[in-house]
């Protein structure tokens, strides 16, 4: 639940009125009162029910009766008003445990302790399904004012102990919640009624936010960044300074009725100009536009691949700001991939890009240059386009990235991100589970002789003694094969394209690890190939590392070993 306190002044009316209103768009149905400090209390009902006007009235002098009373002595700002939401997700309250939750409320911040019969005077309203209102006037029968001191942190560990009573989510507070606060500035309620009222799902702020990462994504330059707006559809004007120097930009959406203009920290604290400005400086030369001096472009999809598989490894030893610029780019990567996938998995991704940006904010400051090789390949990736494989092999290595991200915000008891993981998992799973078969299969279809499928077992068994088995068992252990055959093909050891592919990375967190073999190897097999000496100084040297290799499995824990990725 999330509690919100403000002192409105002295127009106790004004605050009641409001509350037994229709609300600023019709949004307030069925008004009533919960809870209050007297059971006999007037309930003015909704704004058309019957004598709704005199009851307001009664309600408002029973409420300030000890204001007149205390006169002069009456505290300065004598209204208290204080609102409490459940969570999105929670079930919905009865009005008498929104009348435990109001009691407990006023009880923990001050404004009427239990069995005190000179507690002030007090009510709740509830108009919607989802929160309640405590409306209080700061003096007591004794005509003194409460001692409500600090009620804003009070208020928040009595939330704390009523959603574990009541069985609601867990919001984090305290240093978690610093933690985990998401860099997405919240919708206003406004904003929220204007959305429903046009039938929408997402508001204007929300829609914004995601087409400008969305455009950050594949910019190389603030120029590009601001065309590639334009292009989207946005509105953009740009500030600067009499100096001449940019200053900032704001967006607005043309078919959202009389422009509205959002500069970029309103949208999220990470896309205000200054931040862009550190990230694309960070991004290396997209190097999907320059051929390499044997005159092949590299692939971007690969490099991306690469460099996503080696972020598990920064966000289990990088410091903050190091591991929170590899999420930061991983977070654009996510919001990039949409539109390179096939129709039919773009709303699956998107909604993978939305989640993960909870999981992946945190207050450490980003230190971008250490994420450059992602990001340039990122670049990259907007002049290649994506076959399956090459789709699916990121999506491979994604899983592992929020896996990794997953954990390192479970040991650092951050349930919000945790959670926010755990449901980026969900939409990368579904994904990859629709688009991975294909390039498997495909591959299945150029399966090699049954000899060399025996000679590749045999070499397995060499190189990973301790995965073979598991291996050999798999429904993508032919697919393996037949990238194994395809490397061998253009020049490949696949002994030792096997032991390059499995020291890249670990297979422990790999639900399959024949799959995230296929993949590495298909992107070592678009390597030059080496020189028949070179390979001939290969295989010598696969006659003792496969040794070293075996040996290392064996130092993990049986745990360790049967450790899967949850697909």
């Known amino acids: 639940m999330i509690a919100n306190i403000v002192k409105p002044g002295n127009n106790t009316y004004g605050v009641v009125k409001y ?24 309930d003015p009902g909704p704004y058309d029910s019957p004598y709704h006007k005199q009851r307001l009235d009664q309600l408002t002098k029973a409420l300030d009766l000890r204001v007149k009373q205390a006169g002069d002595k009456a505290p300065e700002g004598h209204v208290w008003h204080c609102s409490v939401r459940a969570a999105p997700g929670d079930r919905f309250l009865t009005d008498s445990e929104w009348a435990t939750i109001a009691r407990r409320m006023v009880h923990a911040t001050g404004i009427a302790p239990d069995g005190d019969p000179d507690g002030c005077r007090w009510v709740a309203v509830r108009h919607a399904d989802d929160h309640i209102h405590i409306v ?9 004012p409460p001692r409500n001191w600090n009620d804003y942190h009070r208020a928040m560990s009595e939330l704390t102990a009523s959603e574990k009573d009541f069985g609601l989510t867990q919001v984090p507070r305290g240093p978690e919640a610093a933690a985990s606060t998401p860099a997405a500035k919240r919708p206003t309620r406004a904003e929220q009624e204007k959305a429903n009222r046009q039938g929408r799902d997402v508001t204007a702020r929300e829609r ?20 590639l707006l334009s292009d989207a559809g946005l509105q953009v004007e740009t500030r600067t300074l009499p100096s001449g120097d940019l200053q900032g930009y704001k967006v607005a959406l043309p078919d959202d009725g009389p422009l509205i203009w959002y500069s970029g920290s309103s949208l999220a604290t990470d896309l205000s100009l200054p931040q862009i400005r550190q990230r694309l400086a960070a991004a290396e030369a997209p190097t999907a536009l320059a051929a390499s001096s044997t005159g092949r472009r590299p692939n971007a999809w690969h490099q991306a691949t690469a460099a996503a598989e080696r972020i598990p490894h920064h966000l289990d030893h990088a410091d903050d700001p190091a591991a929170q610029a590899h999420l930061t780019v991983f977070s654009e990567v996510l919001y990039a991939l949409p539109a390179h996938a ?24 980003a230190d971008h240059q250490h994420a450059r090789a992602l990001r340039g390949a990122l670049k990259g990736m907007r002049y290649q386009p994506a076959d399956h494989t090459g789709l699916a092999m990121l999506l491979d290595a994604a899983i592992l990235v929020v896996l990794a991200a997953q954990r390192r915000s479970a040991l650092r008891h951050h349930d919000q991100q945790v959670a926010a993981a755990r449901q980026t998992l969900i939409h990368l799973q579904a994904a990859y589970d629709q688009i991975a078969p294909t390039s498997l299969a495909a591959l299945t279809r150029h399966r090699p002789t049954d000899g060399t499928v025996h000679r590749f077992a045999l070499v397995l068994r060499e190189v990973l003694p301790s995965y073979a088995e598991q291996i050999l ?14 490397a061998e093909a253009v020049g490949h050891s696949p002994a030792v394209v096997l032991q390059q592919a499995t020291q890249q990375r670990s297979l422990d967190d790999a639900k399959s690890a024949s799959e995230v073999l296929v993949w590495r190897i298909q992107r070592l097999g678009e390597r030059h190939a080496p020189s028949p000496m070179a390979r001939a100084a290969q295989v010598r040297s696969t006659q003792v590392v496969p040794q070293n290799v075996a040996s290392e499995p064996a130092t993990r824990t049986p745990q360790q070993l049967r450790t899967g990725r949850s697909r």
């Open 19 to 42: 509350l037994f209103g229709k609300g600023r768009g019709n949004e307030h149905t069925n008004q009533h009162i919960v809870a209050s400090w007297d059971d006999f209390i007037p």
């Open 136 to 144: 209080a006037t700061k003096v007591r029968g004794d005509l003194r």
């Open 208 to 227: 914004l936010r995601h087409a400008v990462r969305a455009t950050l994504s594949h910019a190389t330059s603030l120029d590009e960044f601001f065309n």
């Open 342 to 365: 096939p129709a039919h998995l773009r709303a699956e991704l998107h909604r993978a890009a939305l989640a993960f940006e909870h999981a992946a904010h945190t207050r450490a400051r």
């Open 473 to 486: 068992t798999e429904d993508a252990w032919p697919a393996l094969a037949a990238a194994l055959t395809a």
